[in-house]
């Protein structure tokens, strides 16, 4: 893949996610038609063309290369979903050839034919606990938000001065 995009260097052009989201908002995408018959009118007046910088030949080399490169991105995101589907495949199947060494592991550990086995066994056990409870902690509701502040027009109550006099 590096070597692809060594070679194709000069044709890649990487844009930002507000890069891409401005070009996607300005370049309306227009139709095969439409697209082929403001070409044909570049073509049919030199004036057209000279307005506006391009030859026809130009654009429709741009147009060929655009409906080609749209080909190229679709099995790139095709074969990028098969390689992602396989490698999901080998993880599920790594996670289950590992819980069934463990079981078994721990199982025949209680043997002393197999006592080589405690120490991995408890070492698969301290290490499924911490993830255990690395992903609780993750999981936990953030605290509550604090009470909100009386606002700056509302006065603060105060507490009532009582009056020694008044007091019987």
Known sequence: MRTLRAQLNDELSP???EQRKKLVERGRRQSNPIVQSSINIMGAADIVSQAVGIPADMARQIC????????????????LNGIEGANLLRQQRIADIANRAFTIGASVAGDPANAALVPHVEETKR??????????????NPSPAPSPSPS?????????ATDASTKA
């Open 64 to 79: 060929d290369d655009s409906n080609r490169w749209t080909a190229v991105a679709d099995e790139l995101r095709s074969l």
């Open 15 to 17: 844009v930002t996610k």
């Open 127 to 140: 290490l499924r606990k911490l993830a255990r409870r690395k992903k609780s902690a993750t999981q936990q």
């Open 152 to 160: 700056p027009s509302e006065p603060t109550p105060q507490p009532h």
